[in-house]
């Protein structure tokens, strides 16, 4: 008959467990002043509002220096060369700052999947000792049964 590995007990389990840090929290306190501010354009920038001001933002541009009177026109036909200018700024100066907050976020992201890992390693050895005391319970009920089946 094999011998089966004693489970472990309730002390033992509790002395596994150690206190498992908030990864939101800790991270938030690495941030730099310049990390903040870079998570903070990353997270306004890549919403649909901003796209609807960009959007917006260039419809008024183009259609007022395509319609509006020639002297009240400040970026003529057909160049727009002040609004490709502009455009080109907005989107060379947000492009590395999107990166570091992407970068950030990824952190993040690495951050709570190893704290998540290490809960369910936590949880798996904690019902691997569950199953084993319910089979261990399971035998010794059934070795009841048995006695009493034979007393009948």
Avoid: C
């Avoid at 060369?81 to 992201?109: E, Y």
Wanted: proline share 4%.
């Amino acid at each position: 008959m094999e011998k089966q590995k004693s489970p472990m007990t309730l002390d033992e389990l509790k002395k596994l467990r150690k206190q498992i840090p908030n990864i939101n929290v800790e991270h938030r306190k690495s941030l730099t002043f310049l990390d903040r501010i870079a998570l903070w354009i990353t997270e306004r920038i890549g919403t649909m509002g901003f796209f609807f001001i960009i959007f917006a933002w260039t419809i008024f541009w183009l259609s007022w220096n395509a319609l509006a009177p020639v002297e009240l026109r400040f970026d003529p036909l057909p160049a727009f060369v002040l609004w490709l200018f502009i455009s080109n700024m907005i989107q060379i100066l947000l492009m590395p700052l999107i990166m570091i907050g992407q970068n950030l976020q990824g952190r993040h992201a690495e951050r709570r999947a190893d704290a998540d890992y290490e809960i369910d390693t936590r949880a798996e050895r904690e019902i691997e000792t569950i199953l084993q005391h319910l089979e261990l319970l399971n035998e010794k009920v059934e070795k009841i049964n048995r006695r009493l089946d034979e007393r009948k």
